[in-house]
């Protein structure tokens, strides 16, 4: 499984530890930046993750890191086909997965430590998208509803 990794500055310490942790349980990592907690904005990371993701061959997910979560889920769901999801948890990282089929997981280094962080991501990516019925439905209607900027009627 390929990991496509990015952080700002915020995230930048909460990404080196976590992509040493998953590079020593196999994972192949490409880590899009920032490679230093020199400040940088998070839209650009996230941009630049999701590009390389949506045009990934192989199956690929993403891990993106700020100071809550919060900014780079925003940006990183500007893009159509991706379903990033703020965790600070476990359990909703494996829900986002399992119901929503998230394709990115996004962390907040100045919410989660270390530890926690690490059980989030293992959640997340050892969780399987569910293919029910319902969620599959959901998740199909998120990609109508979502990302091209057009307007939808019910």
Do not use: W
């Amino acid at each position: 499984m390929i990991l496509y990794m990015g952080a700002d500055h915020a995230g930048y310490p909460l990404k080196e530890y976590l992509k040493d942790y998953l590079a020593q349980q196999g994972y192949e990592i490409l880590d899009v930046g920032v490679y230093s907690e020199n400040p940088a904005d998070y839209p650009d990371i996230a941009h630049t993750l999701t590009a390389k993701l949506v045009q990934e061959t192989r199956p690929a997910l993403g891990i993106l890191i700020c100071g809550t979560g919060i900014g780079m889920s925003i940006a990183a769901n500007k893009r159509p086909g991706i379903r990033a999801a703020n965790a600070s948890e476990p359990v909703s990282a494996a829900l986002a997965r399992e119901h929503n089929n998230a394709n990115i997981i996004c962390l907040g280094a100045r919410v989660v430590g270390p530890e926690l962080a690490r059980a989030t991501v293992e959640a997340f990516l050892r969780t399987g998208f569910s293919h029910e019925d319902r969620h599959h439905r959901r998740v199909q209607k998120l990609e109508l509803y979502g990302g091209d900027g057009a307007s939808h009627t019910d």
